[in-house]
């Protein structure tokens, strides 16, 4: 299994239409967990926190169930400009942090 | 978020050559950087993980004489690709570590081209 795994890709949504990625880690002791955007050929940007209590910022709405080792990201109302891979990031705390990468999701987002 | 540089952005070196990588953080320090790899349609692989002063700590896999990891200040690590193949062509990004919730800024990326 995966330390990381993500929904299998690519997604291709209207515009305006929501989108939901989801994510599980298999490490129980993961603390920090992130959503990262990478366009092509270019580096992966931090899109967001995940904490557990949930939290939103605009139209994108991530959420935490440590219970479950489940993120998810959801994305409404899409853009064209949404279209990018999503990365999904877990991190621990031993010996500094170690951050694992999911494989990514990749979306197209089509007029 | 936090800056991070890379330099160059892109190399086309021939093979036998070594190339060398700065990633440097220009408005924090950060005590720990990582190096990546990703090759096309594939995710990022962390080569190792640099921490300022000490020695890198290498994944699995990489071969910690072929890719030197110097981190001698809180504000720049260098990558250097010793020998560089054909098959070491890849996009190398670093990062850096900021934040109590271990988020990573990255590093535009470098683009490397063995001839």
Known sequence: RKEVEQDPGPFNVPEGATVAFNCTYS?????????Y??????EPKLLMSVYSSGNEDGRFTAQLNRASQYISL???????????????????????????FGAGTRLFVKA | GAVVSQHPSWVICKSGTSVKIECRSLDFQATTMFWYRQFPKQSLML?????EGSKATYEQGVEKDKFLINHASLTLSTLTVTSAHPEDSSFYI??????????QFFGPGTRLTVL
Do not use: H, P
């Open chain 1, 27 to 35: 490490n129980s002791a993961s603390q920090s967990f992130f959503w």
């Open chain 1, 37 to 42: 955007r990478q366009d092509c050929r270019k």
């Open chain 2, 94 to 103: 670093c990062s850096a570590g900021s934040g109590a919730y271990n988020e």
């Open chain 1, 74 to 100: 959801l994305i409404r109302d899409s853009k064209l400009s949404d279209s990018a891979t999503y990365l999904c990031v877990v991190s621990g705390n031993t010996g500094g942090f170690k951050t694992i």
């Open chain 2, 47 to 51: 080569m190792a993980t640099s921490n």
